[in-house]
């Protein structure tokens, strides 16, 4: 018997409360093969300040890991809805990121058993945000989380990591120069709940990487998809 493909469905995420003069925002659910047989788990990616679910990173994510049998839903949030790169208030990605993980049990037969978020930037903002209200997750994964102003070590800012109960996977590139990598290691000593971290080197906040370092952007995505894969694997074991 051939195994069904993995397949990618657009979708329409509505919103409660209008937002960008829009009651709806644009998504992309993967729905791997089989589903929903298996340990039927979920997760919820959010993109960063600069672009929309289209960036090469949540884009590649996205389809890797539906291909490794995840339900996986990127989403854009008003805001890079319409084009604008003033990002909506924090209260406005929120409800944004909780009416995207209300998609992914929309067919009450299908629906996951397990929940992870994550996102780059901003979204991996959002992410915790919602895993410190208490947003029932199995885990968070943060990428380039955007500990403090680019250059500026001493304003740093993670009161909304301190609330997270969830396990937490950090993917930090050695170049970022929004979250310096003793600063970070620094405050994961005052997060309670479970971190790990693992670094890219040689990748900057947005994982790009320099010729020079003789890795490639399609090397290092990979590295991502292996860490994420691997780390949630380890979170669900009994």
Known sequence: ?????????????PLADS???LSEVSGVLGVPRWWPTGARVSICLAHGTLRNHTEPVIETLHTELTERRYLTLRFNFPFAEVQKRRPDPMQVLRRTFRAAIEVLSRDPTASPAHLFL?????????AAELAGSRVPI????LMGF??????????SKAEELFRVVSPVLF????RDRRC???????TLTRVGAP?????????????????????????VREELVNSIDNWIQKTLEP
């Open 146 to 155: 955007p500990l403090h102003p680019q250059g500026k070590l001493d304003e």
């Open 195 to 219: 971190t790990t971290l693992r670094i890219s080197a040689g990748a900057d906040h947005q994982f790009n990487v320099l010729k020079k370092s003789g890795r490639t952007a399609d090397e």
């Open 171 to 174: 993917l930090q590139g050695s």
């Open 118 to 126: 994550g996102g780059i930037g901003l979204g991996g903002q959002v």
């Open 1 to 13: 018997m051939i195994e069904p493909a993995a397949r990618f469905e657009q979708v329409k995420i």
């Open 138 to 141: 199995d885990g968070l994964f």
């Open 180 to 186: 310096d990598l003793d600063v970070l290691r620094r």
């Open 19 to 21: 937002a960008q003069g």
